[in-house]
Structure formats: C-alpha cells, structure tokens
C-alpha cells in the first residue's frame, strides 16, 4: 500500500484545504444555496401529455455553513428537492441558484456537482470503486485532475474518515457506516462546499447514525459546510439551524427547531413525529381542558420546546387544573405455560475451519412461551440476523438445538413443519415480491404449504384487510405500488399463511413514522389473536413494547429479562452499545419535578402513568 | 471470501511478473501464444518448455497453484492427445484391432499436450496468478484506447468491467438473502423434477433482477452526481506506467521467442 505522506503531515495539511482551495471562485454574497419557486413533474413513461407533479413552488434558501433540515413524509418530494440541488433535475418551473450559478446552465455542471457532493440512502448503490481508495478517486479522476494530486486528496480523505487501513480492501468487506462514511471521503476528495445527506442513515443502526453525525458535524465547523439533511428522523433534525418540513410537494411550514416543534399540530398534521418528550406533552395536554390549556398561555408563556421547559410545563398546568383521565386501553397480552420455541446452547461460526472462521453466536439459549412478544436488540454485526435464521432451519445449528412447538430443526422433515408454523419476514421483505399480481404474491406462501384453494383466497383476503390495503389492488402488479404498499404486501404474504408464530426483522425500517405506526398496529392485532412474535429491532421505541428483551452481544445472550429490568441497567446498554428509549430518559426527568417515581418506556405508558399518578395523589389528598 | 472474489486467483507477491505493467505482459503473452503455434517439432518446444519453467520460476508462485490452474481443461486434454494418438503414420507400435497407435502419432500426442499445457500454464500466470482484475481491465482500456477513433467504446467496456466486479460481492449476498427469504415462505428448492426447480427459480431471478434495475439506476445517479461524464478528459488514481523493468523484460523476452522461432525453422528446413 503507498502511503506517501505521515498522517501527522497529512492532517496538518487538510487545515489549509477548504475554501481557500475549493470555493475561491465563489463571491461571498453568492455562498448560498437557493431555490426559488421551483415545481418539478415527472414524465409519465407512454404517455407524453401526463405526468406525476413531485414539487410546487418550492423555495428554500441555505446560507453558507448551516445546517438545514427537509423533513417530510415518503413520497413528499424530498429527494427530487435534493436532486434539484445538484441540478440531477432541472425544475420545469422557477430557478435553482447554487453558489451563484443557476442548474440549468450547462457550463456549470460540473461546477455545481463538484460543490455539492450527495450521500445517498442506499450505501451499497452509491460506491463505484472496486477498491476503497479507487471509490474515493472517482470524483476526482472525473474532474481530470493529475494522478499525484488524487493521491494526496485520497490519502487525505481516508485519513480524515478514519478508513486508512481499508484503502486497498474491497467495498463489500465494509459494514454499513463505514460505507456511508466512505461516500463522505469520496465528495470531501472533491472539495465541496456543500453536503447533501438523502436519508443517508436510515439504512443504519443507531450507532452508526450518530458516528456518522458526529463526523458530519464535526466537517460542517472544519470546511464551513453547508448540509442540506433530507430525514424523517426527528431526533436529529433538531439538531438543525432551519428546518422544512414538507408535504406532497410544497413546504408545508418552515422555521427554526424551536418555531417548529413548540407547534405540535403541525407537526403531527405534516405526518411526523414529535420528539418523545413534546410527544407525552401533546398526549399530557389532551387529559385537560381548552380552559385550562389557555390558562397556561398566560401563565407559562415561553416556548415549551426543551425537555426541561416541557417538564416545567406540564408541572404548571397540573397546578391550574385537574386532569381529566381519559380512558386509555392498556391490554395486558396472556401468554400461556406452553413453551413454543426453544433454544439450547445454539453455537456458530461462520467459515468454521478456515481462516476466515467468525463466531456468529456461542452457547446462545433462550425460551419464548406461547402468546409472548419477545424483542431481540443488539447492534449490526451482533448476530442477530443469525440467530433468526436458525429458527425456521435456514441454518442447521453446528451446536445445540432448536427446538419449534417440539419440532427439531436438526430433522429435515421436521424443517418443513416449522417454516409453516413460523413466519419468518426479513429486513426489506418488499424486495422478495415477484409473481404478477399481488394476489398471486400473497398466496404464495400458502401455496407452497399445500392450503386448499379456497382457504388461500380468505386468507389472502383478511391479510389485505389487516395490512390495510383496498381489495382492489389484489390483480395489480406488485412493481407498480409504491415502497409502502410493497412492505405491506410483503407482511400480507406471512400473514396469510396464518402461522402460530411470527419473527419479523426490522419491519418498520425505512418508513416514515405514520408508515412504522401501522407496522406497530399489525404486531399489536398479531397479539390480540394471541401470536407469539418475535421483534428484531434496534429501535428501542419498539422494542419498549415486548413483554421480554434479549440482548445480544457479540454473538453472545448478555440479558434476555423484562422491559423495566433491561433498560435500568445502564452498565449492560451501554455494553451492548444500546441507547435507553427516549420517553424513559424523559420519565426520569418528570419524575423529579413531579417529586414520584414515574416510569414508563413508550410515550402513552408514560403519560398515562403520570396522570394515573396524579389522580390518585388526589384521591389521597381528598 | 470477499478478496478472493475480488482478486480473483491473483497470488499476491512482488516477483518480476507482478511488478510488469499489465500492458506488457498483454503483448507479451500474445506473442508468447504465436511462438507456441507455430512450431511442431521436438526442439523448440523443448525450449518453450524451458523458457516457461523459468517464467515459472521467477514468479515465485508454488507450483502446486500453478498445475491447478489445469484442472478445467483436463477433459480437453486428454480429448486432444487421444484424437492425435490414434491419427497419424509412421511405425505401428501398438494394434488394438480399431485403434492403432502409431509412432508419429504418439509423438505427435505428446507434443500437442505439452503445447495445451503450456498455453494454459502461461496464460494463467501471466493473467490471472500475476494480475489483478482491475489491473487487467485498466490495461484493456489503454491498448484499447486507439481503436475510440473509430467509435470502438473502450472506457465505457473498462468501466463496465469493473463496476460488474464491483457488484459482484454484492449481488452473491443478495441472492442469499432473496433464497433465504423464499425459503422461508415455503419455497423449495432441492426437491421435484427439473420443470419444478426451474420454476422454483423464478422467484430468486424475478427480485433479483428487479434489484440488479433499481442498483443500477441509483448507481447512474450516484455516479452522475460525481461528475461521471464518459472517459473523455478522465484521469486514473493509479496511472499505468512503463519502466526500465518493462523495457528489459521485453528485450530478453523477444530475444528468446526469436531465438525459438529461428530454431523452428531451421529444423523445418533441415527436413
């Protein structure tokens, strides 16, 4: 490997490198990014007169260096505002002025595309290079510059994204951050002065994220970047200087974090999300009257924006009126006795006996009774994925057993029963549809298992009704749906197979938060029908709602205990690199200026404890 | 598992073979192949023989990786020097009633195998044992850069070349994935006859190739986005490079084809 500089020099020298180097030819008046009226229709192929509108009258503006958020639902228009940008799009109506040169002039292509360097969401989909080094090159070599120069801006890059000792391996060996982290090299070698981030972590796990974050941040100070961040990920949009938010291809309202989220209505009418704790504020302020509420107006007139302004909030208003409980409908779930999946001793390695041998899981046992929601958290690379396959036999254990409603996945006839007995939805499942209509995809499943005929078409039926989907769109092809109609026919096609126990992989993944809620009111009537399911997820909002949590680490079970016991241990989270939910953190906050142990993991459980908390003290006090 | 599919059966080293510009070793081996053609005599294939035990040796490569490179022409191999054993005049040796081995036609044999060996054993080596892919595909593309005057697209082949090596890695891990997922919807695919597999198939190849669709058109945006523009006024990060080492290696390699080539004709002569 050539490594013509020493890291100290190199360093060194990326302080010089930035503006001085990569927007010299840019006035200073000109160092924004804006767009102006601009509406953009996609072409409907075969038919010239129609098309599908994407953007209406658009306007943004993005100052030098700040950080500016585009929040919306899928399919709001998001992407082709991004595409705009990098003038990958032209917009049919209005103007795109890109550090003072308009995207539809042709000489300044190049320009633009160099100054404003995009990460897409797909990490896989966006690297060209056979080899890390050769990827970070691409940009460059594309802008002719001399070979001994491209050197030194890839070493740099490398450096700088902390890849170095990758440069010469190949792509594929990297996990899903790191190549997110490999795009950003490939645009700093460019010099930009501009990132564009296109949901760029939402195919990452927690970790990741924030890893990539901190470095996004930590570029935006260095080079004064400008980072237009296209997201439905609230928790990090306020993080922003400027957010928009937008909705079926206008900008629906705009404004700082604060102007946008001390608007809750907007917010959640936009089909967002709030952040947890305005969220149990929203779900707080509902227990009161409009009298009561305009009282606080007066009395509490700032922002209720922070965690600590709300939880003062919520503290006044508790003292001007009383609550009124409404009733909330908290289902305990019956698990039975019964054990219905068993797992012994499961060990694994990958490539066992070579020298690329990787212990996936060692001495791994766990049990999950009949009608229990059991959630598996750990971070990427921890085995999960594994584990799972293990269940319905798609791994034979190289030690242990699997054992499924006493069926063995060690016996090959056995395998065959489990797969029936067991739904097994992973990560994507949208990308797995191929028959013709969606019908014929649905039924799939129950044709492989030998269902009758006419048990198929009322399976498949009542799985369009669960997933939400019209009847109508049965002889449809499953290509012409959109991303979220996919997901659903996916989750349709286990569903009629009517199994006694569902394991799906990251089912909400990558959809907006109305999308993930319905994902959340699926697993909840699996429950009612008393299903066991199985949740593999790293999102701990979902993971707060199983009856038990197994936390693996590094192929290993370091807990496999109830929601409370798991997440108030911070010792074994933070080992698992594992956050705690967010409304729990806000819990504990509560539960101080409200002087009584509040808890709770989801944002209703923690209202609705606070209210039955409140009440009662006032029972007490009467 | 991921460098071997990226390197192909490329043997790391730094022997005098590794160390060549991919180009050199292109023309060379084109060369080499006509200097095996021609001759069908005793002494100058005995000196190709020679010529490529020293190639061999200054490869530093272990014999063993090398011989099994012959493994996936075994079948031709044996096709080849039974066809020319059983043809042929000369001295009967041998009368199987149909079959009659005769002598030219055993020698003729031997030397026709040792040819085939050789032209595998020094393609091998010089290509794949000593070459990465992408060395190789950047080389197609210079010596194929002179044929673009007549529209002959030879970045956009290099490119397709390496992005299709890029992608490999990824698509194997997909098709796992769609197979597994498949499977666990009930799909089977070891058991029923032919017609059945091949059905059973569909439902890999089908979301496969949709993906293969999707990556490709959001690969055409990533790259457009990096000013992707066609190979016109594109540098490389690793320019291929002609030296001293090249020039020498070609002298003593040209030399010693001639000198094998003279010896084919002389002999020629003195039948």
Request: proline share 4%; aromatic share 8%; hydrophobic share 45%.
């Amino acid at each position: 490997m050539r490594m013509p500089f020493l890291k100290e020099q190199i360093l060194k020298q990326m302080q010089g490198f930035s503006h001085a180097e990569s927007a010299s030819h840019i006035r200073s008046e000109d160092r924004l990014i804006m767009i102006d009226e601009a509406s953009f229709a996609y072409p409907v192929s075969g038919e010239s007169s129609s098309s599908i509108v994407a953007l209406k009258n658009v306007s943004i503006k993005a100052n030098q260096g700040r950080h500016i958020a585009i929040l919306g639902r899928n399919g709001s228009g998001k992407t082709t505002l991004a595409k705009l940008i990098n003038a990958l799009e032209i917009p049919d109506q209005g103007k795109v002025i890109v550090f003072g040169h308009d995207t539809s002039d042709e000489s300044a292509l190049w320009s633009i595309r160099q100054t404003c360097g995009m990460v897409f969401q797909n990490p896989d989909n966006q690297i060209v290079g056979t080899t890390v080094e050769e990827d970070i090159a691409f940009g460059p070599e594309n802008l002719g510059i001399p070979s001994a120069e491209i050197r030194h801006r890839v070493d740099q890059s490398l450096i700088r994204v902390g890849l170095e000792q990758y440069a010469v391996k190949a792509p594929s060996q990297l996990s899903g951050g790191q190549k997110q982290k490999l795009a950003i090299a490939g645009i700093l070698a460019m010099r930009p002065a501009c990132i564009i981030l296109d949901e760029a972590t939402s195919m990452l796990d927690p970790k990741s994220a924030k890893d990539f974050f901190k470095l996004i941040k930590e570029l935006q100070q260095e080079f004064s970047l400008t980072i237009i961040e296209i997201t439905h990920d609230i928790e990090n949009a306020i993080l922003a200087d400027y957010i928009y938010i937008m909705q079926q291809g206008e900008i629906f309202f705009s404004g700082t974090p604060r102007e946008v989220f001390t608007r809750p209505d907007k917010v959640l009418a936009a089909g967002l999300d709030l952040p947890q704790h305005l969220y149990i504020n929203h779900l707080f302020q509902k227990s009161f009257s409009l009298e009561a509420l305009e009282k606080l107006c007066k009395k509490y007139p700032n922002d209720i924006f922070t965690p600590e302004e709300t939880a003062d909030a919520m503290f006044e208003l508790n003292n001007i009126a009383n609550p009124q409980m409404i009733a909330v409908s908290t289902t305990k779930y019956n698990s039975s006795n019964k054990t219905i999946i068993s797992v012994e001793n499961l060990s694994y390695t990958y490539q066992k006996g070579t020298k690329f041998a990787v212990d996936a899981l060692q001495e791994v046992s766990f049990q999950v009774k009949q009608g229990e929601m059991v959630a598996i958290v750990g971070h990427s690379g921890s085995g999960k994925s594994t584990l799972i396959s293990h269940l319905n036999g798609l791994i034979v254990p190289q030690t242990g057993q699997v054992e499924i409603m006493n069926l063995n996945t060690h016996n090959k006839k056995d395998i065959r029963e489990i797969r029936k007995f067991l739904g097994l939805l992973f990560q994507y499942p949208e990308h797995q549809l191929f028959e013709n209509t969606v019908y014929e995809d649905i039924a799939f499943g129950p044709k492989q298992f030998g269902f009758s005929e006419s048990v198929i078409e009322k399976n498949v039926k009542q799985a369009i009704d669960i997933v939400g989907l019209p009847q109508d769109i049965m002889h449809r092809s499953p290509f012409e749906l959109s991303g979220g109609q996919q997901r659903r026919v996916a989750i349709a096609g286990v569903l009629a197979t009517d199994c006694e126990i569902y394991v799906l992989d990251e089912p909400a993944a990558g959809l907006d938060p109305i999308g993930q809620q319905e994902i959340i009111n699926y697993i909840m009537h699996l429950r009612e029908l008393n299903k066991t399911v199985i949740l593999v997820t790293h999102d701990m909002k979902l993971a707060a709602r199983a009856d038990r949590i197994l936390v693996l680490n590094q192929g290993r079970v370091t807990a496999y205990d109830t929601v409370e016991n798991v997440f108030s241990n911070q010792i074994l989270l933070e080992d698992a690199g594992l956050e705690v939910p967010p409304a729990y953190k806000f819990a504990r906050l509560i539960s101080e200026k409200f002087s009584s142990e509040i808890t709770g993991y989801t944002a209703e459980e923690v209202s609705y404890n606070l209210l039955k908390h409140l009440s009662s003290r006032r029972k007490y006090n009467a | 598992m991921h460098d071997r599919l990226l390197l192909g059966k490329y043997y790391p080293g730094k022997s005098i073979l590794h160390r060549l510009d991919p180009r050199t070793k292109f023309i060379l081996l084109i060369l080499l192949m006509v200097t095996l053609l021609i001759p069908k005599t005793v002494f100058p294939i005995l000196l190709l023989l020679v010529g490529s035990a020293c190639l061999i040796i200054i490869s530093k490569i272990p014999l063993q990786e090398i011989l099994s490179s012959l493994r996936s022409i075994l079948f031709i191999l044996v096709f080849a020097f039974l066809i020319n054993l059983f043809s042929g005049k000369g001295t009967l040796l041998l009368d199987l009633g149909v079959l009659k081995i005769r002598q030219d036609g055993l020698l003729n044999a031997v030397l026709m195998s040792i040819r085939l060996i050789l032209l595998v054993l020094d393609t091998t080596l010089f290509l794949t044992l000593t070459t990465t892919p992408l060395q190789l595909s950047h080389a197609l593309e210079n010596l194929l850069k002179p044929l673009s005057a007549i529209r002959f697209p030879a970045h956009e082949i290099a490119m397709m070349m390496s992005i299709a090596l890029r992608f490999v890695p990824t698509l194997l891990e997909e098709t796992d994935k769609i197979m597994k997922a498949q499977s666990s919807r009930g799909a089977n695919y070891d058991t029923g006859g032919f017609l059945k597999k091949a059905k059973g198939y569909i439902s890999i190849i089908v979301p496969l190739f949709i993906s293969c669709f999707r990556r490709a058109d959001e690969l055409a945006n990533a790259m457009e986005a990096r000013c992707y523009h066609g190979g016109a006024g594109r540098t490389k990060l690793n320019e291929l490079r002609y030296t001293s080492l090249d020039l020498f290696f070609s002298i003593i390699f040209i030399i010693c084809c001639a000198i094998i080539l003279f010896a084919h004709y002389q002999m020629s002569n003195l039948i």
